[in-house]
């Protein structure tokens, strides 16, 4: 294992909760304003995950006042406070890009649900 390696797993988040695109999630972010600092929420749908060690990333979609917005966070970044699950979504693909067409109840996604 080269220094590079040994690095990066240093800064890899563990307390990273299992999730795929489909999952509503809660972003908690750490925005900086001026001196002070603060935590900001950010709720919506994943719609990408993109897996590649320290770089991961993963691109979560909500609609504001009737406008989708797209936020992508970069997994282990020290501004990503938490991360929680509010819903796992029953999905059949890895990227959800179609829901950048739909609207209102046409861009639900069906949540899976354990018997």
Same mark, same amino acid.
């Given at each position: 294992?080269?220094?590079?390696?040994?690095?990066?797993? %240093?800064?890899?988040?563990?307390?990273?909760?299992?999730?795929?695109?489909?999952?509503?999630?809660?972003?908690?972010?750490?925005?900086? %304003?001026?001196?002070?600092?603060?935590?900001?929420?950010?709720?919506?749908?994943?719609?990408?995950?993109?897996?590649?060690?320290?770089?991961?990333?993963?691109?979560?979609?909500?609609?504001?006042?009737?406008?989708?917005?797209?936020?992508?966070?970069?997994?282990?970044?020290?501004?990503?406070?938490?991360? %929680?699950?509010?819903?796992?979504?029953?999905?059949?693909?890895?990227? !959800?890009?179609?829901?950048?067409? !739909?609207?209102?109840?046409?861009?639900?996604?069906? %949540?899976?649900?354990?018997?």
């Amino acid at each position: 294992m080269n220094i590079i390696d040994r690095l990066e797993m %240093e800064q890899i988040k563990k307390n990273i909760p299992v999730f795929k695109a489909g999952d509503t999630l809660k972003v908690h972010v750490k925005i900086v %304003e001026g001196d002070k600092q603060r935590i900001q929420l950010f709720q919506g749908v994943c719609i990408r995950r993109n897996n590649s060690g320290l770089g991961s990333t993963f691109t979560v979609r909500k609609i504001s006042g009737g406008i989708g917005v797209e936020r992508i966070f970069s997994l282990h970044s020290p501004a990503v406070e938490k991360i %929680e699950v509010v819903t796992i979504g029953r999905v059949r693909r890895a990227k !959800l890009y179609y829901l950048r067409n !739909l609207q209102g109840k046409a861009a639900r996604i069906r %949540e899976k649900r354990y018997a």
